[in-house]
């Protein structure tokens, strides 16, 4: 085998597996707890609101 074909073999798995750690079961990324959805949700929410806020503000200053 060529150098080449090293590296081919040794290149990262691709496909949806790229985001798990290892050691991670895929239940823990296919379905998330309760008070995990309620974190993101919350999470969420919270991004939205500085959005519209940082977005007001651009907007009231950009009208000065």
């Known amino acids: 085998m060529s150098e080449t074909d090293d590296q081919k073999l ?20 296919e379905h998330p707890t309760t ?6 949700g919350q999470r969420r929410t919270e991004a ?3 959005l519209e ?7 009231s200053k950009f009208h000065e």
Not at 35 to 40: A, D, G, S
Not at 53 to 59: G, L, V, W
């Open 10 to 29: 040794a290149s990262p798995a691709t496909g949806p597996y790229l985001h798990r750690e290892k050691g991670i079961p895929s239940e823990e990324y």
């Open 48 to 50: 939205e609101a500085k």
């Open 53 to 59: 806020r940082q977005q007001r503000e651009a907007r």
């Open 35 to 40: 008070h995990q959805m309620r974190i993101i």
